[in-house]
């Protein structure tokens, strides 16, 4: 709510000097606050994400966003919602071990993609924003994979931890 709030002052039209420096203000705040409870909200991030891809099936079945009027193309949504589902896989995983710094810096990235998605003004620019953030997150997972598989090769080989 916070990185909204910034986002919001940062980026709206008619805002002063003052109000783009409590912007970055706000968002320097919540960025610190994101990294240094990463740990704790991880693990409800697949709940968030689960509640996004209702969300979205509501607006694939309605046409239109839930509070507004607007029509939402359906294809647009349709990938939204795939979209939501594969970021929401690979957040469970993510809950299940011990954070690194790779794993945190690809969450903040993946974190203000989504934000940006949020607060896109097309749903064109919504959906990259969106694919963006799941692209980041895959590439952690098959970084995190790839790191997982040489690791256990390595240790499988090494004759002082191999057992006959």
Same mark, same amino acid.
């Given at each position: ?118 607060? *896109? ?17 895959? *590439? ?25």
């Amino acid at each position: 709510m916070l990185t909204g709030f910034g986002w919001i002052l940062i980026n709206a039209p008619g805002t002063g000097k003052h109000s783009r420096v409590i912007g970055w203000v706000a968002l320097t705040i919540s960025f610190v606050v994101i990294v240094t409870t990463m740990d704790r909200w991880i693990r409800y991030a697949q709940v968030f994400l689960g509640s996004a891809v209702i969300g979205s099936l509501v607006i694939l079945a309605r046409g239109h966003v839930l509070d507004l009027r607007v029509p939402y193309p359906r294809a647009v949504t349709a990938v939204l919602t795939l979209l939501l589902v594969g970021c929401s896989l690979i957040a469970g995983t993510l809950a299940k071990r011990r954070l690194q710094v790779v794993d945190r810096v690809a969450l903040l990235l993946f974190v203000t993609a989504f934000a940006a998605a949020m607060g *896109a003004s097309t749903p064109a620019v919504t959906a990259l924003c969106l694919g963006l953030g799941f692209a980041i997150l895959l *590439a952690l997972w098959v970084y995190r994979r790839r790191a997982g598989e040489q690791f256990s090769l390595e240790r499988s080989s090494n004759p002082r931890t191999s057992r006959p």
